[in-house]
């Protein structure tokens, strides 16, 4: 192919030879990016020909590709030009089909390739990282739904976010879960926190605590929106037209004050011991159980600056797999350089906790 390439790189325009290389290179010169619709109409061959040029280059390392689908663009391969042109980037979309999807997988794509969460505060990164990857992971583990779509978008004021998907909706699946026999029976129930249709693999969690670290956060499903507004301490129900599945819109201004962790401790009884280097978390709390990748975030959130972290299960009579994996695959994963290590683990705490081990 590459060769086939090669021998055609020279077409003829106005009876002159021109080589398509130099088009390229003179529009890059002139604008600073390519697209292929650049290349098409400047020699008049084929989208899928042009195509496999540029492909062609960026496998030489001539040039780097940016964006997908009708913001996919072409740039020099250089790492200045990248991160300029990836700064640039402010919004990110995309409809994913519901097998084998990862939340944290499509969470560093975001960073990956785009420049939404880059050079912002600290606590608002946070927030959006914490926010996307739980109501991503709803819609992933509850809705049914074949495919999910998600927007990320970065504005002057701060961030949005938008989970939609076709399935079953939140709503529905509320009552038909807990026996009840309408929508705001069923808001109801969630509005009193910690409440999920699956106990057996999550805790609740994750709409709570998003719900109190956004600006605003919308939840529309069947014929109602629960409307959570921080900006006015206040919570709405409003009426809106049939809709399947569960849409869930978040926003948060870059100039909050806001902190995940004053949430969790605010509505949490774990305690935390601090020392210089290592920090000791005591997992005990009468009547809970620990079942959830959000409770597994949660619990890690914040701790990612000492060099051990030691996890005390004393008391704890089981942990999920959801829970372990988040904890020992997932966050150890991306914090290479900390130690976890864990005490006073009965055999099925310390069975799923080797389990997860073992596959990493």
């Not at 495919?147 to 939609?164: A, L, P, Q």
């Not at 020392?275 to 009547?287: K, M, R």
């Not at 829970?323 to 997932?330: G, K, S, W």
Request: a positive charge; proline letters at 1%; hydrophobic letters at 35%.
């Amino acid at each position: 192919m590459v060769s086939k390439i090669s021998c055609l790189l020279t077409i003829e325009q106005n009876g002159e030879p021109v080589n398509i290389r130099d088009v390229i290179t003179k529009v890059l010169n002139t604008k600073g990016e390519i697209r292929t619709a650049n290349v098409v109409k400047a020699t008049g061959l084929s989208r899928a020909y042009v195509h496999r040029i540029l492909h062609q280059l960026q496998r030489e390392g001539k040039v780097l590709l940016v964006g997908k689908a009708n913001r996919a663009r072409y740039i020099r391969a250089s790492e200045g030009a990248h991160r300029k042109a990836k700064a640039q980037e402010r919004t990110f979309r995309r409809k994913l089909l519901n097998k084998d999807v990862s939340e944290d997988a499509v969470l560093e794509e975001i960073k990956r390739e785009t420049g939404i969460l880059e050079n912002l505060p600290e606590n608002v990164r946070r927030i959006v990282s914490y926010g996307f990857t739980e109501m991503l992971n709803n819609a992933i583990e509850h809705s049914r739904s074949k495919t999910i779509m998600v927007d990320m978008h970065r504005t002057g004021e701060g961030i949005t976010f938008s989970v939609m998907d076709r399935g079953i909706g939140i709503f529905r699946n509320i009552m038909r879960q807990h026996g009840l026999q309408s929508e705001l029976e069923a808001i109801q129930d969630l509005l009193k926190g910690k409440q999920t249709t699956s106990p057996e693999h999550h805790s609740g969690e994750g709409i709570f605590f998003t719900s109190k670290v956004a600006d605003l956060m919308v939840i529309k499903s069947s014929r109602k929106r629960l409307i959570f507004d921080n900006r006015r301490e206040d919570i709405f129900v409003k009426d809106v037209n049939q809709k399947q599945g569960t849409t869930v819109e978040f926003l948060v201004s870059r100039g909050t004050k806001r902190e995940l962790s004053d949430i969790f401790t605010r509505y949490t009884g774990e305690s935390y011991e601090f020392g210089t280097t290592e920090a000791t978390v005591n997992l005990y709390i009468e009547g809970g159980n620990y079942v959830s990748r959000s409770q597994g975030r949660r619990i890690m959130y914040g701790v990612e600056k000492f060099k051990k972290i030691i996890l005390d299960f004393k008391g704890v009579e089981t942990i999920g797999q959801g829970f372990a994996d988040e904890i020992f695959r997932v966050w150890q994963h991306q914090h290479q350089d900390v130690e976890i290590e864990y005490k006073n683990a009965n055999e099925n705490t310390e069975f799923m906790i080797k389990h997860i081990l073992k596959q990493t």
